[in-house]
């Protein structure tokens, strides 16, 4: 791991040279540049194409991880999440599947709607609490607005304290499936 970033380092500032060539591999994966491409231009910096690069790794060992654990999202779910989609556009459902990115769109859905599903499945594995110190340092630097009891102030402070801890385990998480990966990418496809 420490490989990749050492590599990635090295990389030139130019823009990535063929479309939908293999970038890297992680594990069994390919990663091409067509993952990134509509992101990146030639004034994109070094720190951005790494960071493009590491969140398509971390995005590929979450979806193996997805694939092992046979998470599937739920057909309801996802006709929740493309109704929702369809009403921010302006459209019926039955409009939205008619368009010719549909099929992308829904491969979207299903994804973020996997990826939700494990995060859920990694968090259930720890427990997670608020302390009387954190939540004063919080309430220090929050003051109670007048709309709001003090119960609901504190409740919500709690709420936010473990959510950020949630964020930083499923990070940590997610950095140590890097560190126990095979990643290999490959310079020769950067000019």
Do not use: C
């Amino acid at each position: 791991m420490k490989n990749l970033f050492a590599l990635l380092l090295i990389l030139p500032l130019t823009v990535f040279s063929a479309p939908n060539s293999i970038i890297a591999i992680v594990n069994d994966s390919v990663i091409t540049l067509d993952s990134i491409s509509d992101q990146i231009d030639e004034k994109t910096s070094l720190e951005r194409k790494i960071a493009l690069i590491i969140w398509q790794i971390d995005i590929t060992l979450q979806k193996e991880k997805i694939h092992k654990l046979g998470i599937v999202p739920k057909k309801i779910a996802i006709n929740r999440m493309l109704n929702r989609i369809a009403k921010q556009k302006g459209v019926s459902l039955t409009e939205l599947k008619a368009i010719p990115e549909f099929d992308e769109i829904n491969d979207i859905v299903v994804q973020n709607l996997a990826l939700a599903g494990l995060r859920q499945v990694v968090l259930e594995q720890a427990e997670f609490s608020a302390t009387q110190t954190e939540i004063d340092k919080v309430l220090a630097n929050n003051p109670k607005k007048e709309t709001t009891t003090k119960q609901q102030h504190i409740a919500n402070i709690k709420t936010q304290i473990i959510r950020t801890k949630q964020d930083y385990y499923y990070r940590d998480w997610v950095r140590n499936m890097r560190d126990n990966a095979y990643i290999d990418v490959f310079e020769n496809k950067f000019k």
